[in-house]
């Protein structure tokens, strides 16, 4: 066995390793808790190796996934009445290597998916309907949206992706988003988050009426209103002469922003139809995910140790620890131990 411990303890220190804030922490945790006394680093190789064997898996079936997409072999039965939710997003993570344009930062693509048959309404005291979604599934990539969106079709198809009768993608606007959606979940209805949305009104008008409150935010407010209200085209009308307006590359060029989106903010329709319309599984999952673990002060990462601790965050916070990552490397041990050996 490698690292000269069990496969029971090697889980056990991957899982560590992805809980705490750093490898010193899961270190000072492993010994606190379970009186395992091994370093950092060992740790960090561990949690490696347990990580590359998941990955392995999760890349293996976003192939098979994407195989049967190309082969036009998809299960499109429709069958099962509800609403399959996948969300995506982007953010980015400190590296050891830089790029080509000397930046150190590289973009991760986080998904999830949950569906309608996995979420619980009430009515609080003061009337205000809330829900909980009670099961869902991460999955994140970092690297290319040709790798991302297998990835994310095999999330997608293990939650019933083909067999509800709707399906909606719920992102931010980026234009990466929507032709993914378009090539991979041909036929969704893709919404702009409507969160997003106004925080790029409000930017927007800020530049617009030149920082002045008592101008920009009404402007604001009645622009919001009306595009939840699906009154789209009267917004484009009153923008369009300040469709070549331009405020620079951190604010939106709102005419262009919400003519790319067209087809995806008729908002009026969709809670209609009992769509959710903002995006708040995958913001909080990007910190959950993502940031906690591998985004705090001072953290620089190798690309590959980065991907397997963000694989097995995503297990851990889909309920999948289990099956995802005990049952498989155990499994994978075991046939480990069962292939010939031969001498040097």
């Excluded at 009306?226 to 620079?248: C, H, I, M, P, T």
Aim: hydrophobic residues 35%; positive net charge; aromatic residues 12%.
């Amino acid at each position: 066995m490698p690292f000269k411990m069990t496969v029971a303890a090697m889980i056990k220190i991957a899982y560590w390793a992805q809980n705490q804030c750093s490898y010193q922490r899961a270190e000072d945790a492993l010994y606190e808790h379970l009186q395992i006394k091994v370093s950092d680093d060992v740790i960090r190789k561990v949690t490696n190796c347990i990580g590359s064997i998941v990955f392995e898996e999760d890349c293996r079936r976003a192939n098979e996934s994407f195989n049967l997409l190309q082969s036009a072999k998809m299960p499109y039965s429709q069958d099962r009445n509800g609403v399959l939710y996948i969300e995506a997003d982007g953010a980015t993570i400190n590296t050891r290597k830089k790029n080509v344009s000397g930046s150190t930062w590289r973009e991760n693509k986080l998904g999830v998916v949950f569906s309608s048959d996995n979420i619980r309404y009430w009515t609080d005291k003061k009337g205000i309907l809330s829900h909980e979604i009670l099961k869902r599934e991460y999955t994140g990539y970092i690297g290319s949206i040709d790798e991302f969106k297998k990835h994310l079709l095999a999330c997608a198809l293990r939650n019933g992706y083909g067999d509800y009768k709707e399906t909606v993608v719920l992102g931010d606007g980026a234009a990466w988003i929507r032709t993914m959606t378009d090539e991979v979940f041909y036929g969704a209805q893709q919404i702009l988050d409507y969160c997003h949305l106004c925080e790029n009104v409000y930017e927007y008008a800020k530049h617009l009426h030149k920082m002045v409150q008592a101008k920009y935010m009404p402007w604001a407010k009645d622009i919001c209103k009306a595009l939840k209200e699906s009154r789209y085209k009267q917004v484009l009308n009153e923008l369009k002469g300040y469709e070549d307006k331009n405020f620079g590359q951190d604010t939106v060029n709102l005419y262009g922003y919400i003519s790319n989106n067209i087809r995806n903010i008729d908002y009026a329709t969709y809670e209609q139809k009992g769509y959710f319309i903002g995006s708040g599984a995958i913001e909080s999952g990007n910190k959950i995910v993502l940031q906690q673990r591998l985004k705090q002060a001072g953290m620089r990462w190798n690309e590959a140790t980065a991907q397997t601790l963000l694989t097995l965050r995503a297990k851990v916070e889909s309920g999948l620890w289990k099956e995802d990552v005990e049952k498989l490397v155990f499994k994978h041990f075991a046939n480990e131990s069962l292939k010939p050996t031969t001498k040097p």
